[in-house]
């Protein structure tokens, strides 16, 4: 099956720095990259995807992008507020079908100090 | 906004027990999911429902765990004879389109076996 391997664990970064978590996954039938955020004790919820016939991808100071022939994908965050620390989780999906559930990294803590 | 809704948000229940989790997914998705989350850990995809049936199942899902649909909006998750390692969040997600598209996740279940 799928696995995913996400780092750093923990990244902390100056406000208004950027930030980048990279991560790789193994079955190159994967087509779909999304990003979760999780603040503590909520449910995860998505920031940006991206599917495997695009490069890259962003919407405002987020951005994502995807090497497919290295397996690997990239979370950036320009300018980093407080707001954004949180836990983010990259994934993968799509090589067991239409109804294939999501293999998550680790997890990334993001700390933005003041 | 639509959001998926799950009860209740905390069930406490003796090691030996079982449990049912409730889950009410967006009215217009045709996908559904459930995960876990070991306090700390990551997002572990346990099972995919589809058009009534059970698509893919994780390793985690073994004899112990049930899905049903048991009308046109709830989702469940049986756990039938609880364990103290079953303790973990346990989020429902729904899709519109499957695999390749927003997963949408309710705000979980804590489930605490004692």
């Known amino acids: 099956g799928e696995n995913v391997e996400q780092h750093p664990s923990t990244l902390s970064v100056q406000e208004g720095d950027s930030a980048v978590i990279k991560c790789t996954y193994s079955d190159s039938a994967s087509n779909y990259f999304p990003w979760y955020k999780q603040e503590l004790g909520k449910r995860p919820q998505l920031i940006i995807d991206?599917?495997?016939?695009?490069g890259e991808k962003k919407d405002q100071r987020i951005a994502v992008t995807l090497n497919k022939t290295a397996k690997h994908f990239s979370l950036h965050i320009t300018e980093t507020q407080p707001e954004d620390s949180a836990v983010y989780f990259c994934a993968a999906s799509g090589s067991g079908g239409g109804a294939d559930g999501l293999t998550f990294g680790k997890g990334t803590h993001l700390i933005i100090q003041p | 906004e639509p959001e998926v809704t799950q009860t209740p948000s905390h069930q406490v229940t003796q090691m030996g027990q079982e449990v049912i989790l409730r889950c009410v997914p967006i009215s217009n998705h045709l996908y559904f999911y459930w995960y876990r989350q070991i306090l700390g850990q990551k997002v572990e995809f346990l099972v995919s429902?589809?058009?009534?049936?059970?698509?893919?199942k994780s390793e985690i899902f073994d004899d112990q765990f049930s899905v049903e649909r048991p009308d046109g909006s709830n989702f469940t998750l049986k756990i039938r004879s609880t364990k103290l390692e079953d303790s973990a969040m346990y989020f429902c997600a729904s899709t519109e389109q499957g695999a390749f598209t927003e997963a949408f996740f309710g705000q979980g279940t804590r489930l605490t076996v004692v």
């Open positions: 429902f589809y058009n009534n049936e059970i698509s893919e």
């Open positions: 991206i599917r495997s016939n695009v």
